[in-house]
């Protein structure tokens, strides 16, 4: 039998977040490598959701997200960026940030375009580049600020060179991107005709009185800037797949007819249940959600620290970073499954989210974690000790 798997099959593997949480699985233990949010959602969100399969909203939505959401997108962009969208035709709504992401790589970049990642990055950004065929290329950002300087953006644009992508609050390093380190990117861009390709899904993760600020916001950046973000993280339903994309009419019809050709539409009900709690939660909710986690955050690194493995606090998000080389283990892989059969612990071993051997100290600990459940896997973690 001469039948094989096709080339493309080599362009996406398993990720590594994904295998810590099957080997996770399979001991019991605490998973903190993926990013699932185990808190409550929302009760505005949950009835919202159960009220449209009760009315039979169960059919096939508008390519681009029900008419509710759209508007309830518009609205909260809004309130937070201060900028008008047109929710008629500047709006998509997919599956989810990821599937908004790959949707705009489908329709604005061709096979063999670059594109340029923050490094240390989120794997998915680099697996959807790799799927829809453009290349990605890389400029790291060195802790523990996870700076990066204008030469380093110089020395890796080329002729092929079309777009960039911006993640903030960043995944997995937690670094927020300043107003000064936007403005540079914001030059740079304009500068070489680039798209700007954002993940704003930790938008209101943010801590110890700094701001996230939207890229399209900054000047000359309202038509190169495809705005990706979600409700995953804000109303922790991670596995509904809401996400959506905002940008200027003329790229936002194209990643449309992707995302009917990829998705069809999200899922209807769903989708309204996003769409009552974005316009009933108050903003008050948003900024709730800073407080709680920053005190979620500052009991991870604490139990981090204690354990001997010294964390790179973040800045936002729900992620830190931290130094696991002094763990048995010739790789970070063989660390962080030592950590795990040690404690009941599970992480991301750094080589995840970096091209070469630069994360092989490092492992990623999510902290999205019920008080509970949080409290109970750093009492394990600082048994390292003892």
Known sequence: MNLKLSNRHEWVIQSEIRNMSIECGRI??????????????????????????????????????????RAAIAKKHKVFTGRDVNPETEIVVSAGATGALYCACLALLNPGDEAIVFEPYYGYHISTLIATQAVPVYVRMNPPKWMFSKEDLEAVVTERTKGIIVCTPSNPSGKVFSREELDMIAGFAERYNLFVFTDEIY???VYDGREHISPVTLPGMRDRTITISGLSKTFSITGWRIGYSI?????????????????????????????????????????????????????????????????YIPQGAY????????????????????????????????????????????????????????????????????
Request: hydrophobic share 35%.
């Open 203 to 205: 938008e209101h993760f």
């Open 28 to 69: 019991g233990g605490i998973n903190l490598s993926q990013g699932v949010c185990d808190l409550e959602v929302p009760e505005l969100v949950r009835m919202g959701a159960k009220s449209a399969i009760d009315k039979g909203i169960n059919s096939y939505t508008r390519y681009d997200g029900i008419d509710e959401l």
């Open 247 to 311: 940008c200027d009419a003329k790229w936002s019809q194209a990643i449309g007819y992707f995302n009917d050709l990829v998705y069809v539409c999200a899922p209807a009900p769903l989708q309204m249940g996003v769409a009552r709690g974005l316009k009933e939660l108050k903003p008050g909710y948003y900024q709730k959600i800073s407080e709680e986690y920053r005190g979620k955050r500052n009991m991870i690194c604490d139990a981090l620290n204690k354990a001997g493995l010294k964390p």
């Open 319 to 386: 992620y830190v970073l931290a130094d696991i080389s002094g763990l048995p283990g010739e790789s970070c892989k063989e660390r962080a499954m030592y950590l795990l059969h040690k404690t009941g612990i599970a992480c991301v071993p750094g080589e995840a989210f970096y091209h070469d051997d630069s994360g092989e100290g490092l492992a990623r600990f999510c902290f999205a974690k019920d008080n509970a459940v949080l409290d109970k896997a750093c009492q394990k973690l600082e048994e390292l000790r003892t």
